[in-house]
């Protein structure tokens, strides 16, 4: 992301000055740079291409789901992947199209079913016996899908975004057998057509060693019960960089092992290759967006540790107290020699977890002053609520030096638009 002090010693975006956005949008304000979300998109096309696999790659919605978002993914060539209904709805919103659209989740509604039906979406991804069912029951003609599988594999990341390990509420596993029927059952089906497998392993892995091993368990499982797939959807889990402890690995490598580890197995096995999909979120949007706060109270406590508490919190960033999660925050308004201290950030809202970067060294910082969170673009906004009736911040893309808003921020009326008077 194209952040650099100008000669004003501001913080900037493609040579806007932050300080221009908070002035002219408020904060807390998400800003994203929609030209490193394009080139992510890119270097996923380009390397897939490299690799001389046939592919699809998909845009997993829940990262951050807006209607000009859906749009630039589509001029990406991206698919798309979709949980809830509310989703899907952005998604047609935008224009997207459906054929290109796949619906995830682990408790899909029958109106849930039905409304994707209705719309022509590309695939389901079956998520449990009885949804086989289910969509047979709902769907009128051929409907493709998936199946989700738990291969069983612990990823290497946090205990609470791991989703292929044996005891998970996603998927059909292959140890005790569920998979296996799961197939039978849809391969039993009146309607429902097997184009293949689905596995999402977890979120923010670091390295491609429990990708690649899920492959070759995957495919090996298949072969053993001469089970004849098109597809193969790897999920998404790509890591980035929050902080300098964070390693981002390579998507150009990721991808040369992914692709050389299926091409290899479905060699040894005599397998025949299938197309292979992948559905990455945060490392589409995760590193192109930052938040903007502005700096209220700050508390030194003496020989402890110095709160600096700002005009957002747990509301647009959960994952601090969800996850435990790492933050980079930058002085934007001002660049300082300063010497740096022991600082917390502190949101304003009625819960002491409400916390957004614990023990960071910050500059003294004052009341005014503009911070500015790096890779809030992924599970931030979609993860956001109206808790302590905070309204939800606006949403600005950065194009070309260019700044435009894309999301409103949320108005009192918003707030109170559902309730009966
Ligand atoms: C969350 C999720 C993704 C995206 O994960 P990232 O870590 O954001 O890339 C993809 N597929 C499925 C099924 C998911 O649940």
Known sequence: MDLTYNEHNQLALQDIPLTELQETYGTPLFVYDENHIRNQCRRFHQSLKNSGVEYTVSYASKAFSSIQLFRIMNEENMGLDVVSDGELYTALKAGFPAEHIHFHGNNKTNEEIRYALEAGIGLFVVDSLSEVD??????????DVLLRVNPGVEAHTHEFIQTGQEDSKFGLS?????????????????????????????????????????????????????????????GGGFSIQYTDEDVRYPIEDAIKEITDTLRSVCEEVDYPLPELMMEPGRAIVGEAGITLYTVGTIKDIPN??????????????IRTSLYDAKYTVKLANRRTEDQLIRTTIAG??????????????????????????????????????????????????VKDGQHRLVIKRQSFED???????
């Open 174 to 234: 292959l140890l005790h057998g569920l998979a296996l029927k799961g197939i039978r059952k849809i391969e039993a089906s009146r309607h429902l057509n097997l184009k293949g497998i689905h596995f999402h392993i977890g979120s923010q892995i670091f390295g491609t060693e429990g990708t690649t091993a899920t492959i070759k368990k995957v495919i090996h499982w298949l072969n053993d019960h001469d089970i004849h797939i098109e597809k193969l959807n790897i």
């Open 348 to 397: 304003k809202l009625c819960e002491s977890g409400d916390i957004i970067a614990k023990d960071i060294s910050l500059p003294h910082v004052e009341a005014g002053d503009l911070l500015c969170v790096l890779a809030t673009g992924a599970y931030h906004y979609s993860m956001a609520s109206n808790y302590n009736q905070m309204r939800k911040p606006a949403v600005v893309f």
């Open 304 to 317: 402890t540790n110095t709160y600096v508490s700002i005009d957002g919190g747990m509301s647009d960033n």
């Open 415 to 421: 707030l109170v638009a559902n309730d009966v008077m």
């Open 134 to 143: 289910r969509i047979d029951a709902l769907a009128n003609g051929p409907v």
